[in-house]
């Protein structure tokens, strides 16, 4: 797939700081609907902070963010998750003491004819499934997190920001993860993924960004970030 033709999502320069420490040079980027769109870099590149920047949990210190033609760049991060943004932190956070059913009930929010529910959700992540009465506390990495993700599912985000997913995870449980992810797009799920396991990012990705230092180095479809060797070396030193 190539550029979308008319982004849901577009991030104009985005310039974030946490107090004094400046972190991202102008970030721009775009997502298109149905699309899986990749942002990869190393440690402390300025990925999560693009995502946190998105939802406003760290406002932007200038530029410019735009949601299906609405600027959202100072919105609060309640107002961005009900325009249909949904994030998926790095750190898990899902409740110790709630069962998988219960974790998932408590987040039911939008609700819509077509939505997910516990039920749907379950179909999705059959394991979470069998899971469903263990709390959330006494599972595996990777359960917890397909917990997460099918948490936030559960408020039907027209956009998945995905943050690391695939990170501490075994190589059989990102594999899992992966396919679990490629159901969600194949649904139509649009996706913002940040990562810095390439060959996960690549077998989802429909285009990638590449970041570095808070400045976007590259911007490409998958394909043609597979075949550059030169951006890998560079940017991701692979
Ligand atoms: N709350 C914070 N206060 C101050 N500096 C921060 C804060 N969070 C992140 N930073 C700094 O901002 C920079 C970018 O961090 P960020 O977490 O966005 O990177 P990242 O690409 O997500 O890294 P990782 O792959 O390790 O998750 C880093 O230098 C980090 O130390
Ligand atoms: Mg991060």
Sequence with gaps: ??????????????????GLSRVLFGVSLRIGA??????LGRNGVGKTTTMRSIMGLTPAASGRIMWKGRNITREAPFRVAALGIGFVPEDRRIFADLTVWENLDVATRRARADGFTVE????????LHELRDRQGGFLSGGEQQ??????????????????????GLAPLV???????IARLKAGGQTILLAEQNVEFSLSLADRVY?????????EGTAREFREDETIRQRYLAL
């Design 120 to 127: 749907r959700v379950f179909e999705l992540f059959p394991k």
């Design 34 to 39: 149905g699309e899986c769109v990749c942002l």
């Design 1 to 18: 797939m190539g550029a979308p033709s008319e982004p849901v999502l577009t991030v104009e320069e985005l310039r974030t700081a946490y």
């Design 174 to 180: 990102v594999e899992h993860l992966r396919q679990q």
């Design 146 to 167: 397909m917990l997460t993700i099918a948490r936030t599912l559960m408020g039907n985000p027209e956009l998945l920001l995905l943050d690391e997913p695939s990170e």
């Design 210 to 218: 590449v970041l570095e230092k808070g400045h976007i180095r590259y």
